[in-house]
């Protein structure tokens, strides 16, 4: 059975720093494309970053290149979000996904399993 449990998230002042963790499980990470995603209240879901398991090739959204880093561990079956700079927009519940065959990896519904998100808050 594939599982996705992300932590990590809180609350955090603007220029702050968090890593989230989505753990895996069911599944063998490194034959899996995963995405971090998130959502903030009345927005849609967004595509944040990417990992992808054919090349591990590593995609950003243009609002987080140069502050945000993916990154897998697969002997720990575990992927991470390194979230710096982190600004009051950034706010959002964050969920990572996986799935075996993306075709675009920052769009969310290429994927098929998802976790149940962790919230970030960004605030002075």
């Known amino acids: 059975q594939v599982q996705l449990v992300e932590s990590g998230g809180g609350l955090v002042q603007p220029g702050g720093s968090l890593r989230l963790s989505c753990a895996t499980s069911?599944?063998?990470?490194?034959?899996?494309?995963i995405g971090w995603f998130r959502q903030a209240p009345g927005k849609e879901r967004e595509g944040v970053s990417c990992?992808?398991?054919?090349?591990?090739?590593?995609y950003y959204a243009d609002s987080v290149k140069g502050r945000f880093t993916i990154s897998r561990d697969n002997a720990k079956n575990t992927v991470y979000l390194q979230m710096n700079s982190l600004k009051p927009e950034d706010t959002a519940v964050y969920y990572c996904a996986a799935d075996i065959m993306v075709y675009d990896c920052l769009k969310p519904k290429g994927y098929d399993y998802w976790g149940q998100g962790t919230q970030v808050t960004v605030s002075s």
């Open positions: 069911g599944f063998t990470l490194d034959y899996y494309t």
């Open positions: 990992i992808s398991s054919s090349d591990g090739n590593t």
